[in-house]
Nanobody, 125 residues
Framework: QVQLVESGGGLVQSGGSLRLSCQVS??????????MGWFRQVPGKERDFVGR???????FYPDSVKGRFTISRDNDKNTLYLQMKRLKPEDSGVYYC?????????????????WGQGTQVTVSS
C-alpha cells in the first residue's frame, strides 16, 4: 500500500522560503514509473495544482509558481520535495503531495490515486 507523509510546513513571512518533504512508502522511486505531484488547497476552494515531476525528472509548473517553486526527488530516500521561494500570502494553504499510476500525470487531481494528509503553509504579509 502506498503511503505519503508530508512535512515541512509552517509560518513564514512574505518573501521567505520553505521546503516541503513527502516521504513515500510502498513505492520505489527508482523503479516506479508513476508521476508525482504537489497541490494546495484553502478552505472553500478546489485543490490547486502546484507542480508535478515524472520519473525522468521532467517537471511542470503553473504560471502562478513558475520560477519560485521547484520539485525534486531523491530516489535513495524515496522522498519528494517542494522548494518554495519568494513566498506570497496567496501561497498559503494546505499542501498535499500525490502519486499517480500514470507516468504522464499532469494538473488534474483525478489523475492521482494516492494522497498525503497535507501540511499547512501560512505566509504572512
Amino acid at each position: 500500500q502506498v503511503q505519503l507523509v508530508e512535512s515541512g510546513g509552517g509560518l513564514v513571512q512574505s518573501g521567505g522560503s520553505l521546503r516541503l518533504s513527502c516521504q513515500v512508502s510502498g513505492r520505489t522511486f527508482s523503479t516506479d514509473a508513476g508521476g508525482m505531484g504537489w497541490f494546495r488547497q484553502v478552505p472553500g476552494k478546489e485543490r490547486d495544482f502546484v507542480g508535478r515531476i515524472w520519473k525522468g525528472g521532467f517537471t511542470f509548473y503553473p504560471d502562478s509558481v513558475k520560477g519560485r517553486f521547484t520539485i525534486s526527488r531523491d530516489n535513495d530516500k524515496n522522498t519528494l520535495y517542494l522548494q518554495m521561494k519568494r513566498l506570497k500570502p496567496e501561497d498559503s494553504g494546505v499542501y498535499y503531495c500525490a502519486a499517480s499510476n500514470s507516468p504522464y500525470s499532469n494538473a488534474n487531481p483525478i489523475e492521482y490515486v494516492y494522497w498525503g494528509q497535507g501540511t499547512q503553509v501560512t505566509v504572512s504579509s
